[in-house]
C-alpha cells in the first residue's frame, strides 16, 4: 500500500513512509510537509485488489443443458447509478461455475465503495461473441447481489458469500432460490513490494540569503500528459546543505513499475507552505538502483529562463542514494486478514453555543423532512466507513458539555442515558441515542474535550492489557473552541501510546485556528505540560464547512489517513499479524 508517514525507530515504516526516531521525538518527521502534498493532489492509502468470482445452485434456464453463465461487475455510485467494471468468460453448461476471469479494483479505505454482481445464461447463438460485445439485454438473467468491498477484504479469508435474488429488489423470504455467488479478494503482490531508499544531498545552495536551508525531498511520479503525482517525501533536515535523511518506502504498485520515471525535487521547508526548489532530477527505480551501485551521485537540475525559453541548468549539488533495497511488508490489509479491527467511538458537543435544538438556525436541530444536520452527517460520513471494520457494530457514544435531568453538568456523559455502560449498535444506534439525548439534557459548557479524551483512552488501554486487536477511532463533532487546551494536550500526549486515533470535525461557523494546535500536520509535534511530546500525530481535524461544497468529502480525505496511523502503531511495536 503506499503512502508517506512519519515512523519510528529503525526506519521500519510504513510503505511509502519516513522514518523517525523514538530515543528523540523532536527529530520526527515534519507532517507540515504533508499540507504541501495535499495541495499537490497526493491522496491517502490505496491497494490494489484482485477479485475472483464463483457461483453455485444457479437456476437452469436452458431446456436441453444447464444454464451458460457469466457475471458482470459493477460500481454503484452514491446516486445509484451502476458503472460496468468489467466481465467474466461464459462457463459452458454449469450450475456451478468457477470463473477465471479475475478482475482488479482500487481498494480505497476512506470510501464505502459499493458492487454489484449480475449473472446471466448467455444464449448459445452468441457463445462465439466476445463478451465485450455481448448486449445483456439479450440474455436471461439469473440474479444479482450487492456488497461493500471493505465486507469482503475484513474478513478473515478474504472470502464473501452472497444470496443472488431478483433484479433491484432484496429477495423475499420465500422466494425463488436464485443461488449463491462467492467473491474472493486477493491484494496484489506489487502492493506489498517496497524498495527501501536513503537518500544524501552534498553541496545543496542557499535559496534565501539571511536565512537557514531546511531541505526535504519529494517523490512523484510522472503520469500521462507529463504531470506530476507525489508519492513520497522524506522528513525535513534543519539548517543543513549536506543532508542525510532516514529511509524512505516506495511502493512498486504505486509508482507503477521500476522503469516509471520519477521526479525527485529538494525544497527549502517554509511554514508558510511556500517552499523553494533547491533542484531535482528525474530517475526511474532502476536508475537509483545504478546510482546507488556506482555511488557517485547525481547532479541536480534548476530550470531557469532566459527570454521566452527556459532551459535546466547544472548544479554542483548532488543527490546520493547510499541504501537500495527490495523487501515485502505487511500492509493494512494484512492486519485485518490477522483479526484486527477498527472500532469506532463518538463523542458530541452540547454546548449551548450550538443554540436552542427546537429552533431552526440551531446546529442541533433536528428538520422533520429528514435533512440531516452537521452532526448526524458528520456521524454517518465516518460511521458508515468505520462499521466494517467492527465485527459487533458495537460503538462508545459520549457527550459533553451538557446538564442531563436532575444533574450538575457533564463533560463526558453516556449518550443512551445508561449510567453502566456507554455502547450502543451499530450507527442507527448512535443517530437515535443523539437524538434522545437532545430530548433529555439541557445545552450548558464550558467545551471539554480532556474527559473524553481520557475515557476514550482507558477503553484502548484496557483492550491493549487483555491482549486485544483493536484499533480505536474517537470522533469528537463540535461547534466551538477547546476550553481545555493543555488539558486536551496531555490527554492526547498521553493517548499517542495507544492504539487510538482522534477526529475532530468543527461544525457552524467558528474560527478554529486554535484548534488547528492539536493536529500535528502544521510540523510541530504536541508537548505536553511536563515537557513530554507526543510519540505520534494521532489527531486530525477538519472544520466541517469545507464538506459542503459538495465534492469529495474532507471527511474522507480525514480518514485517507487512518490506515497510516494504524501501521505507524503496529510497526512501532513490532506487531505483526498472525497469518
Known amino acids: 500500500m503506499g503512502n508517506c508517514c512519519s515512523d519510528v525507530a529503525g526506519g521500519r515504516t510504513a510503505i511509502g513512509g519516513t522514518a523517525a526516531d523514538l530515543r528523540n521525538p523532536g527529530d520526527a518527521g515534519n507532517d507540515a510537509v504533508d499540507n504541501f502534498l495535499r495541495s499537490r493532489g497526493y491522496h491517502g492509502l490505496y491497494s490494489q485488489i484482485e477479485l475472483s468470482f464463483s457461483a453455485s445452485g444457479l437456476r437452469d434456464r436452458d431446456v436441453l443443458s444447464k444454464s451458460d453463465p457469466i457475471m458482470v461487475l459493477y460500481a454503484k455510485g452514491k446516486t445509484g447509478v451502476l458503472e460496468e467494471l468489467g466481465r467474466t468468460e461464459v462457463v459452458l453448461n454449469s450450475l456451478s461455475p468457477a470463473w477465471i476471469t479475475k478482475h482488479t479494483i482500487m481498494y480505497h479505505f476512506e470510501l464505502v465503495q459499493v458492487l454489484v454482481f449480475r449473472v446471466y445464461d448467455v444464449d448459445t447463438q452468441f457463445h462465439n461473441a466476445n463478451v465485450k460485445m455481448l448486449k445483456l439485454e439479450e440474455q436471461q438473467f439469473l440474479g444479482e447481489a450487492t456488497c461493500a468491498l471493505s465486507e469482503i477484504i475484513t474478513k478473515v479469508d478474504r472470502s464473501l458469500t452472497l444470496d443472488l435474488h431478483g433484479e433491484n429488489s432484496m429477495r423475499p423470504p420465500n422466494s425463488q432460490n436464485c443461488g449463491k455467488l462467492s467473491v474472493h479478494a486477493e491484494e496484489c503482490i506489487t502492493s506489498k513490494t517496497a524498495i527501501e531508499i536513503i537518500f544524501r544531498c552534498s553541496d545543496l545552495e542557499y535559496r534565501v540569503l539571511f536565512s537557514r536551508s531546511d531541505p526535504f525531498l519529494l517523490i512523484s511520479k510522472v503520469v500521462e500528459g507529463g504531470a506530476h ?10 539548517n543543513d546543505l549536506n543532508p542525510a535523511w532516514k529511509p524512505v518506502f516506495l511502493n512498486i504498485q504505486q509508482v507503477g513499475s521500476k522503469e516509471s520515471p520519477l521526479v525527485i525535487e529538494c525544497y527549502n521547508f517554509n511554514s508558510n507552505g511556500k517552499h523553494d526548489l533547491m533542484g531535482k532530477v528525474q530517475k526511474s527505480l532502476v536508475d537509483l538502483e545504478r546510482v546507488h551501485s556506482g555511488g557517485q551521485g547525481e547532479n541536480l537540475f534548476l530550470s531557469t529562463a532566459v527570454g521566452h525559453n527556459s532551459h535546466n541548468k547544472m548544479l554542483k549539488s548532488r543527490l546520493f542514494v547510499d541504501k537500495f533495497s527490495e523487501s515485502v511488508q505487511y500492509t493494512f490489509l ?13 463523542a458530541i458537543d452540547f454546548t449551548a453555543s450550538n443554540g436552542n435544538p427546537r429552533l431552526p438556525d440551531s446546529l442541533h436541530y433536528i428538520d422533520h423532512s429528514g ?13 458508515e466507513v468505520i462499521q466494517f471494520y467492527d465485527s459487533d457494530k458495537r460503538f462508545p457514544t459520549w457527550g459533553f458539555g451538557a446538564r442531563p435531568i436532575d444533574g450538575p453538568v457533564s463533560h463526558c456523559f453516556n449518550l443512551n442515558g445508561s ?17 434522545s439525548a437532545l430530548l433529555n439534557v439541557s445545552l450548558a459548557g464550558p467545551t471539554l474535550f480532556g474527559p473524553v479524551i481520557s475515557n476514550a483512552a482507558l477503553i484502548a488501554s484496557q483492550s491493549v492489557a487483555a491482549g ?18 493543555q488539558e486536551t494536550r496531555d490527554a492526547i500526549v498521553k493517548a499517542s501510546d495507544l492504539p487510538l486515533s482522534i477526529l475532530i470535525v468543527g461544525v457552524g461557523g467558528a474560527d478554529f485556528k486554535e484548534m488547528e494546535v492539536l493536529d500535528g500536520d502544521r510540523g510541530e509535534k504536541l508537548e505536553s505540560s511536563t515537557g513530554r511530546v507526543a510519540t505520534r500525530d494521532i489527531v486530525q481535524f477538519v472544520p ?5 461544497s459538495g465534492e469529495i468529502s474532507v471527511v474522507q480525505a480525514l480518514l485517507a489517513e487512518l ?10 511495536r513490532n506487531i505483526q499479524p498472525s497469518l
Do not use: W
Not at 490506515?563 to 512501532?572: A, E
Open 229 to 238: 503525482i507525489p508519492i513520497c517525501k522524506t522528513e525535513v533536515i534543519k
Open 468 to 485: 486485544g486487536r483493536k484499533y480505536f477511532v474517537l470522533l469528537i463533532i463540535t461547534d466551538g473552541v477547546v476550553t481545555d487546551l
Open 544 to 548: 466541517f464547512r469545507d464538506v459542503q
Open 419 to 435: 449510567s453502566h455502560y456507554c455502547e450502543v449498535e451499530g450507527i442507527q444506534g448512535i443517530m437515535m441515542a443523539y437524538t
Open 334 to 346: 494484512d492486519y485485518l486478514a490477522g483479526g484486527f479491527e477498527l472500532n469506532f467511538m463518538v
Open 563 to 572: 490506515p497510516t496511523q494504524f501501521l505507524t502503531y503496529m510497526r512501532s
Open 371 to 383: 435533512r440531516p444536520n452537521a452532526y448526524q452527517r458528520a456521524i454517518v460520513e465516518v460511521g
